[in-house]
């Protein structure tokens, strides 16, 4: 049996028709596979590698960490080098309340460590989440995710969720004194990007302030520059009460984090003692490899040509099969009539080498999330192929 075949009879499959594409190698913006057929990376792997693929710094990190130290001791125990260093960067570079950061394996586990910890600080049990929200697939994300089709048949989820309705006024006043947490995506990703209107997110900050929940912002998929700031809250003049970050923050390795302030994260560690443990979490590994990576982000330009990529991309995504394109900075959505003509395109994209894919709660769209490095010539590029596509599609 050769690769393709093993992977399907013993590598867990989460659809009946993967890509198995079969990756042997990944450099910058590009992927090849094993009969070395170049594919430019539109998605880079769901927003996660900002930075591009095998980044020299970042193979650098992962190198001399190896050699120094790998896992020691279950998290929180052990002064690790790369998880301070990386943990007083992270916290240098946002607002001084959040100060504290615990990482995790993944972004869902960050969703979950918030949701424990908003309940913890505030001695509250509701949990507000919005619909057409993602914030991952565990059974504690997956009870706050906004789209029934994908909850249904892991019922029963937890109980005391309350669900809103994104750049809705009104939906507000369901947040009470009850509420221990609103949870939002800065930029709801899944749902083919939706921003929210300026004066709704400040509503929803001075709700919860007022009640006393704590706004957790996800920003897993588009923190680190993707939407032309560094984080996309400081677009909005708001700060978030906890944040969360995953997929670019460890470089093209696992992790998550959430980050509130000292006083918060404090009540993690009484009544019980050990309020929220794990073993891998902050690899040192890993977090040696995300703070190459968002060192070599810092020192770059990228996030200052965010807004000039982002008009590239929408002055030459235009054809008559192209209903609508929808995006902030560097998250992009390309709306067709539905999913069958969605697929036809990429699939014709993919067979020219760009590689893209559809989103969760908006199959009608294309993703396109591409590392931050791409130039502007391979933007274009690859706008000529998805039009191309569409009117190969257009002509049946």
């Known amino acids: ?233 400081q677009q909005f003049d708001i700060v978030p009460d906890i944040l969360l970050l995953g997929k670019a923050l460890g470089g093209g390795m696992p992790m998550g984090a959430f980050i509130a302030n000292k006083e918060i994260m404090w009540s993690l560690t009484n009544s019980p003692v050990l309020g929220h443990i794990t073993t891998f979490g902050g690899h040192p590994v890993n977090c040696a490899a995300g703070l190459a990576a968002f060192e070599a982000l810092l020192e770059s330009n990228l996030i200052s040509v965010v807004k000039e990529k982002e008009t590239l991309f929408l002055q030459h995504l235009k054809h008559p099969v192209i209903k609508a394109v929808r995006s902030v900075g560097l998250m992009i959505a390309v709306e067709f009539e539905n999913f069958e003509t969605n697929k036809k395109v990429i699939d014709y994209c993919i067979s020219k080498g760009v590689l893209t894919d559809w989103f969760l709660f908006a199959a009608e769209c294309m993703r396109i999330v591409p590392p931050l490095i791409i130039t502007p010539e391979e933007i274009k590029w690859a706008c000529s192929i998805i039009c191309e596509a569409a009117e190969f599609h257009a002509k049946g």
């Open 1 to 233: 049996m050769n690769n393709r075949q093993l992977f399907l009879q013993h590598v867990a499959q989460t659809s009946d028709a993967p890509l198995a594409l079969e990756i042997v190698k990944a450099e910058g913006m590009y992927m090849w596979d094993v009969n070395n057929k170049k594919y430019l990376d539109l998605i880079a792997g769901i927003s996660v590698c900002n930075m591009g693929h095998c980044h020299p710094a970042v193979v650098k990190a992962v190198q001399d960490q190896v050699q120094q130290y790998m896992h020691l001791l279950v998290y929180g125990e052990f002064v690790q080098s790369p998880q301070v260093a990386y943990a007083t960067l992270l916290t240098k570079h946002l607002p001084e309340t959040l100060n504290c950061v615990y990482f995790t394996n993944s972004g869902a586990e960050a969703v979950e460590g918030a949701m424990k910890l908003a309940k913890r600080f505030t001695g509250r049990t509701e949990i507000a989440s919005f619909n057409r929200s993602y914030h991952g697939s565990t059974q504690g994300a997956l009870s706050i995710l906004g789209d029934e089709y994908w909850r249904n048949a892991y019922r029963p989820l937890l109980p005391g969720i309350r669900r809103l309705t994104y750049n809705d006024f009104e939906s507000l006043n369901e947040i009470t004194t009850d509420t221990a947490a609103v949870i939002a995506e800065s930029v709801q990703a899944e749902g083919g990007v939706n921003a929210p209107q300026r004066e709704w997110l400040h509503a929803l900050r001075n709700r919860c302030t007022e009640t006393g929940a704590l706004l957790i912002l996800d920003e897993i998929q588009c923190g680190f520059g993707r939407n032309g700031s560094l984080w996309a809250f």
